[in-house]
């Protein structure tokens, strides 16, 4: 059964974008460019709540416990966005069915900027008590409902589109908005520590980058429903290539195709919050490091993570996406295993630490998403693919800033290491049984 695509379900946003698309066909690099702007605008809120974890919250939520415990606290909240993903995969999943996509990608995108708008607002634990901490748990639960719901298909779409010999550097495009969403949060939050005073940051700084995600979100907005409107979206949505299907459905008919396409990334997910959230954390806690020169680092590191994503598309196909990602896995493995320990080894070990690890992640992060998805009937495709990332998040990066500082408080930053080698395991592990699943034409 298929959802309503016509016009008389679309929003206004949507209509206005058919008009401005009607006379010409989108080219796979305009394609590419809807999906820079979205996914950078859904990183962007994503680490501006994520450095708000490390830099805000132990003190303003969280100010009746250590600033260690605070933090653990903040970690655990940050966590409820992912497991509040599947959820608004199912509720926005049924929205496109019965109303259109561009309702459904309007009310995500309201949803995720309007969340990530009221906790610029949040009150603080001095002004209404435990209520902060509950206000802060609803909010990231509706950032993560959104996350989960914002789902278009365009990583698709652009995937369908790609020539045949630049599937790799395709597949990569999505992948930039995480560093560029991570450069621009890093770089604002860094701009607001410098210039303002420890008071007044921690009063009505920190405030600013969270209202920035209203704008930002308004041009993804738009730029997206540009995209979702066109011919060719049509098109794919007639045929079944990005037709919702059933969630439950899906998963039952897929769940081999879905397990493997969450577990083949772990490594790069795990890497992705060991090197953007945690390193974070522990300097500002156990080296007693100023907070604005590590987020400048991270920001450096940020860029050269773009850089190494754009050559994980030019390596991907020369050598195979798999290859691409069996190699960083197994870097990522050595990293793991000396890596950790250079946070506590002053200024160089900290630089050698971002730099490698953003290299790294950007080689393994640049083709981890959608490797599965061609093994998806077109039917379950565009469904599929969201239950993927989904599970992958989840299992790959929920849980890691708070898993890495725990361990990292408990018996030191080798058993980070530790960590970081288990999504390893996971990603060869899942990468071997799908190399054996094509050898049995399965």
Known sequence: MSGPSGASTSTPLERDARRVSADHRIKPGEIAIGVVIGRTSEFFDFFVYALASVLVFPHVVFPYVDT???????????????????????????????????VKLTLALFLLGGSTMAIALLPSHQEVGWLSAALLALFRFGQGMALGG????????????????????????????????????????????????????????????????LAINVVALFARLRLVATPEFERAFATRELEPSPPFQTLFANWRTIALGALAPLASFALFHIVTVFPLSYVTL???????????????????????IMLSGVLADRLGRRTVLMVSAVLIGAYSGFAP???????????????????????????????????????????????????????????????????????????????????????????????????EGS
């Open 150 to 213: 914002a789902w278009d298909g365009m990583p698709s779409l652009l995937a369908l589109n790609a020539p045949s010999d630049k599937r790799g550097w395709y597949a990569m495009i999505p992948q930039l908005g995480a560093p560029l969403g991570l450069l621009v949060a890093s770089a604002l939050f860094a701009y607001f520590l410098i210039v303002l005073s420890a008071a007044d940051f921690l009063d009505w700084g920190w405030r600013y980058p969270f209202f920035v995600a």
């Open 341 to 439: 320990q250079l946070l506590s080894a002053g200024n160089a070990g900290e630089w050698f630490y971002m730099m490698a690890g953003f290299a790294l992640l950007g080689l393994a992060f640049g083709q981890s998403s959608g490797l599965m998805n061609d093994r998806f009937p077109p039917h379950y495709r565009y469904t599929g693919a969201a239950i993927v990332a989904n599970a992958a998040w989840f299992f790959g990066a929920g849980f890691a800033p708070l898993v890495a500082l725990f361990v990292a408080s408990q018996f030191g930053l080798w058993s980070v290491g530790v960590y970081l080698l288990s999504g390893v395991i996971a990603t060869l592990v899942a990468l071997a049984i799908n190399r054996e699943w094509a050898r």
């Open 286 to 308: 156990f080296a007693n490091e100023a907070a604005e020169r590590f987020l400048i680092i991270e920001t450096v590191g940020a860029g050269v993570g773009v850089l190494f």
């Open 68 to 102: 260690l415990t605070g933090t653990l606290y903040s970690f655990a909240v940050f966590a409820v966005a992912f497991l509040a993903r599947p959820f608004g995969t199912l509720l926005f999943i049924w929205l496109d069915r019965k109303h259109g996509r561009g």
